[in-house]
């Protein structure tokens, strides 16, 4: 059984985390991935501080593993979140946007361990001088926000600047992934666009049947225009939204376009009208599993190759 620091610290059986996919990490799928040994993640993307509190009640009666929560911290109710977190004592809090330095002290006297996403080695340092307990390295092949740096090049660069345990994330949907993160210096993996097709996922049936369906180049990058690139799949909406940045259109009118796509996506599947965020790795999910299977799978192929890897060796 493949047993690295992060299983220790945060009391999971497989290092395998489930990303905070805004909008669609819910307590059902946090609980489900908990359960099959990894640790689940809720997303507090849309800032319901009433939700996340439902959320979080509903995992504990699903689940008596630990679970996390998922913030970005550029969005709406942060303090609210950030102290409800707290108070609830979750597990583990992920977070995306920034450093969250202000609200460590007390995640930590609460005992919540704290494991920011970053996309640079520079970050890494900085939220480690912070007091963050481990670093999510994030490559640009993830869905959803992405940064500029791969995931070969990014892990093993973090790696190298940081002493707390490094988890890779962005292009890792199965155990050659996971076996490639432990050969760069990771001691983990976040997954997110596998999850999508978990059978415990509720996202539409639309947004389940293009993830299956999508190919090695089904992904497309827009949003740079704003300084917030994001991967989704390629659609009427993605394409539209793209051609869209290289026009004269204002920057307000480009930022309202996006208002809702997510959600017609997930809630809707609409087709034309969503943006169905999902990673370069997508053209590797093709089939619906539960949590606790696609995380079996995983752990049973990297080990797999893991142990046989001395044969390319002389």
Not at 18 to 45: C, R
Not at 235 to 242: A, C, N
Request: glycine residues 12%; proline residues 3%.
């Amino acid at each position: 059984m493949l047993n690295t620091p992060i299983c220790e610290m945060l009391g999971i059986k497989h290092p395998i985390l489930q990303g905070g996919m805004a909008h669609i990490s819910d307590a059902h799928l946090a609980a489900a991935v908990s359960n099959g040994g990894g640790l689940g993640i809720i997303s507090a993307a849309n800032g319901n501080v009433g939700w996340l509190s439902e959320q979080i009640d509903t995992a504990r009666k699903l689940t008596d593993k630990p679970f996390g929560v998922n913030i970005m911290l550029m969005g709406e109710n942060i303090d609210e979140i950030a102290k409800l977190i707290a108070e609830k004592k979750v597990a583990v809090v992920t977070t995306g946007a920034g450093n969250p330095e202000k609200y460590i002290p007390m995640w930590k006297e609460a005992g919540v361990k704290v494991i920011p996403v970053i996309a640079s080695s520079a970050l890494a340092k900085l939220v480690e001088r912070s007091g963050a307990d481990a670093v999510i390295a994030e490559g640009g092949e993830s869905g959803g926000h992405v940064g500029e740096m791969t995931t070969m090049a990014l892990v093993p660069q973090v790696c190298d600047s940081v002493s707390i345990p490094v988890i890779a994330a962005g292009g890792i949907a199965d155990g050659r992934g996971m076996a490639a993160a432990f050969m760069l210096g990771g001691v983990g993996v976040q997954i997110g666009t596998r999850f999508l097709v978990a059978h415990e996922c509720n996202i539409s049936r639309e947004y389940k049947d293009k993830i299956l369906k999508a190919s090695d180049t089904a992904t497309i990058v827009t949003g740079r225009r704003l300084g917030h690139p994001v991967r989704s799949l390629k659609s009427p909406f993605s394409r539209g939204y793209q051609k869209a940045e290289y026009t004269s259109i204002s920057d307000d009118e480009l930022e309202m376009m996006a208002v809702g796509s997510l959600r017609a996506a997930v809630v809707d599947g609409d087709s034309k009208k969503g943006c169905f965020l999902a990673g370069q790795i997508s053209g590797l999910v093709n089939k619906e599993e539960n949590a606790s299977d696609i995380i079996n799978d995983i752990v049973c192929e990297a080990e797999n190759i893991l142990n046989g890897a001395k044969k390319w060796v002389k």
